[in-house]
């Protein structure tokens, strides 16, 4: 699906592509100090039905961020979110997650569901911005630093 966003167009699709996967992993890495590795992502693209993987692409069609996520029962569980640091602030992560929404809903989902560093202002305010809010607190979930996740919920995924 191409849309458009603050003059950028961006195409959000599945994840099929391999020389994507490795896109992916440099962005994981990038962007988190806890990184999936290939195995566990080989392992979620084996999940069918479950388990989902979305990329967003610039102009150029090289992949600048992914969303994956599963669809259990009516909820949405976004499990990984992230954006290539010279990407970000330009509306592919807002349009990434709009379209994971969307096709939440497709899938059956109803609500959705995600954890963030507490520290994750820029997260955060994305997923405040597109209707979530903190519905609870691990403690010391996250290492490397310990530091709290904030469970957010969005109630009603399908006004999006």
Do not use: K
Request: hydrophobic letters at 40%; aromatic letters at 8%; proline letters at 3%.
């Amino acid at each position: 699906m191409r849309l458009g966003m603050d003059r950028s167009s961006w195409v959000i699709e599945p994840l099929t592509l391999p020389a994507d996967l490795e896109t992916i992993l440099e962005i994981e890495l990038a962007s988190f100090v806890n990184p999936w590795t290939r195995e566990m992502y080989l392992a979620e693209l084996e999940n069918h039905g479950v388990s989902f993987c979305y990329v967003v692409r610039d102009s150029s069609q090289q992949v600048v961020g992914y969303c994956s996520f599963w669809r259990v029962l009516d909820e949405l569980h976004i499990n990984n979110l992230a954006v290539a640091p010279s990407q970000r602030g330009r509306g592919a992560g807002t349009t990434l997650l709009h379209e994971v929404l969307r096709e939440g809903t497709r899938l059956g989902a109803r609500r959705a569901t995600l954890e963030v560093r507490r520290s994750n202002e820029a997260a955060r305010r994305l997923y405040e911005r597109l209707g979530f809010s903190v519905a609870g607190v691990r403690q010391a979930y996250y290492t490397h630093p310990v530091e709290d996740a904030l469970i957010l919920w969005r109630e009603d995924i399908s006004h999006d």
